[in-house]
């Protein structure tokens, strides 16, 4: 199972950037999926999740700017990021909840990761 993001980049503040994450592999089913974020010299934290039934989930930092949404047949999480800010510069990480064929139980999965640099 890989999960492979894309979509980074550098921006402008008050500019957008949509952020992709598609699984692959041997899946039998994906529950929540999500994207975390990790700045320089600070930990890693949750940006937004959403179930498998749709419901997303927001840090307060990031209510109203960005909207996390999912494509259950393509198997891809997205993250639309509107009015980026210079403190949203950070490397972003996609996170999935995935049954695998011949594992037992679901279990984390973690992309690889992509820029993202906000300017003033």
């Known amino acids: 199972v890989q999960l492979q993001a894309s979509g980074g980049g550098a921006v402008q503040a008050g500019g957008s950037l949509i952020l992709s994450c598609a699984a692959s592999g041997t899946i039998v089913g994906i529950d929540a999926m999500g994207w975390y974020r990790q700045a320089p010299g600070k930990q890693r934290e949750l940006v937004a999740t959403?179930?498998?039934?749709?419901?997303?989930n927001y840090a307060d930092s990031v209510k109203g700017r960005f909207t996390i949404s999912r494509d259950a047949a393509k198997k891809t999480v997205y993250l639309q990021m509107n009015s980026l800010k210079p403190e949203d510069t950070a490397v972003y990480y996609c996170?999935?909840?995935?049954?695998?064929?011949?594992?037992?139980?679901?279990?984390?999965?973690w992309g690889q990761g992509t820029q993202v640099t906000v300017s003033s």
């Open positions: 959403i179930t498998s039934g749709n419901t997303p």
């Open positions: 996170k999935a909840d995935i049954l695998a064929i011949g594992l037992y139980g679901y279990n984390d999965y």
